[in-house]
C-alpha cells in the first residue's frame, strides 16, 4: 500500500522463511500447516495447546525486528477475548499475515481475508473501525497516513468516521485493483526492458 517502509523484517533464518505462501489466496499448503503445527507444539512449553504473552513475545522477537510495545499490541488485537494466551487459529492467521508483509502481499491478504481481518481490527467489538485501529497496527498491513485519510473519505459511507464490514469490503476492493494495476505496470516496464535488451544484443 503506497510507499514501502522498513516497518517489519523477518530474521534471516528463522523457520518461517522455510514457509510457502500461496500468492493468490495467501495460504499455507497443508504440509506446511503441518509444519506449523509441529512448530506450535515446540514453542507450547506448558503443554496447553496456546502460547502466554511471555512465549509469544520471545517467537516474535526471534523471527521479526518488532519492538516490545508493537509485539504485545498484536498480542492484545489476536487475544481479543483477553484471556492472556491465544491458539493455534490465531497464530496460523499471524504468520500469514508475517508473510504477506515479508513478500509484499498485504493488499492480496486484506482481499483475501476481509473478515478476519475487519474482526481483528475491530478492537471494541462494535462491527465497525475506527481510524486509530489503522493507526495502532499500520506496522502490519503497511497502510499510510495519507492513505488512511483518503479511503475514509472515500469508503465512509455513513459519514460516522468509522467502516462497517461492507464499507471495508469495498475498500479491500479498491485496494486490490490499485495492487493489480501497480503489477500490471510493472510487468510491462519488465517486458519493455527485456525487449530493449534483445534488440542491443542483436
Known sequence: MGMRSSTMKLKTGSFLWCLYLDKLYCLLS???????????RLLDA????????????HFLHHVT??????IMSVFNMLDWEAVGEIGFDQFYML?????AHENHLEEQFI???????FELLDLDGELRIGAESFQKYDFLFNIKKHELREFYRDFDITGDCHLN??????????TMDKYQERQKAENENEERKALLIEEHAT
Do not use: G, M
Not at 65 to 70: G, I, L
Not at 95 to 99: E, G, K, Q, R, T
Not at 111 to 117: A, D, E, I, L, N
Open 65 to 70: 525486528n518488532w519492538k516490545r510495545k508493537q
Open 95 to 99: 504468520v500469514c499475515i508475517l508473510l
Open 165 to 174: 464490514y461492507k464499507e471495508f469490503k469495498l475498500f479491500t476492493i479498491s
Open 30 to 40: 497443508v504440509r506446511n500447516v503441518k509444519a506449523l503445527v509441529e512448530y506450535f
Open 46 to 57: 506448558h503443554r496447553n495447546h496456546t502460547l502466554n504473552d511471555v512465549l509469544f513475545y
Open 111 to 117: 482481499f483475501r481475508h476481509s473478515r478476519p481481518v
